[in-house]
């Protein structure tokens, strides 16, 4: 059964660059697509984009400049950088999984909260 | 981008009753529309896509439906296990993805 673990720091100061990992258990992350979305407190789940095991990506327009995601096929693992972060961007990230034709998530990870404060 | 708006934001429901959730977008989405249960500190579920396929597993008492621009979730007769967060999401128009506020369904 396929799983998906986040792990990164929990803490980032304004204007660094905010760091995730998502690791994928029982499975092969070189198949489907590989997405990031977040959760700031109070609000709607925010998309922040895609990458396909080759690598290719595609990004939410309104986090598109500060955000890259990335993938290490020999690790079963995908990141995400997102730099120049404020306290906008707290929030609890989740990494989740496309597997079929459509974009929809059907497997997710638990989450994992960073909160960005000096 | 397709704003998805959900009501109620918060839905009082005994165990055993029926619940409908609403889910509104600001532009057709065909048959585009996934439905997610989330129960805090735990991984989020796809219940529902194309508006009214239920998830691998996913009991029968959740279902489905709607086009266009308005769609529904209804758990027929809820559980305890059913008292969470339910979110609806867009595929039809992107980038970006989208999804609704979400509401939380309590028990009464």
């Known amino acids: 059964q396929v799983q998906l673990q986040e792990s990164g720091p929990g803490l980032v100061k304004p204007s660094e660059t905010l760091s995730l990992t998502c690791t994928v258990s029982?499975?092969?992350?070189?198949?489907?697509?590989w997405s990031w979305i977040r959760q700031p407190p109070g609000k709607a789940l925010e998309w922040i984009g895609f990458i396909h095991h080759s690598g290719s990506t595609n990004y939410n327009p309104s986090l598109k400049s500060r955000v890259t995601i990335s993938v290490d096929t020999s690790k079963n693992q995908f990141s995400l950088s997102l730099s120049s972060v404020t306290a906008a961007d707290t929030a609890v990230y989740y990494c989740?999984?496309?597997?079929?034709?459509?974009?929809?998530?059907?497997?997710w990870g638990r989450g994992t909260l960073v909160t960005v404060s000096s | 981008e397709v704003m998805m708006t959900q009501s109620p934001a918060t839905l009082s429901v005994s165990p055993g009753e029926r619940a409908t959730l609403s889910c509104r977008a600001s532009?057709?989405?065909?048959?585009?529309l996934a439905w997610y249960q989330h129960k805090p500190g735990q991984a989020p579920r796809l219940l529902i896509h194309g508006v009214s396929t239920r998830a691998t597993g996913v009991p029968a008492r959740f279902s489905g439906s709607g086009s266009g621009t308005e769609f529904s979730l209804t758990i027929s007769s809820l559980q305890s296990e059913d008292f969470a967060f339910y979110y609806c999401?867009?595929?039809?128009?992107?980038?970006?993805?989208?999804f609704g506020g979400g509401t939380k369904v309590e028990i009464k």
């Open positions: 999401q867009q595929y039809n128009n992107w980038p970006p993805l989208t």
């Open positions: 029982g499975g092969s992350i070189s198949n489907f697509y």
């Open positions: 989740a999984s496309v597997t079929g034709i459509y974009w929809y998530f059907d497997l």
């Open positions: 532009q057709s989405v065909n048959y585009n």
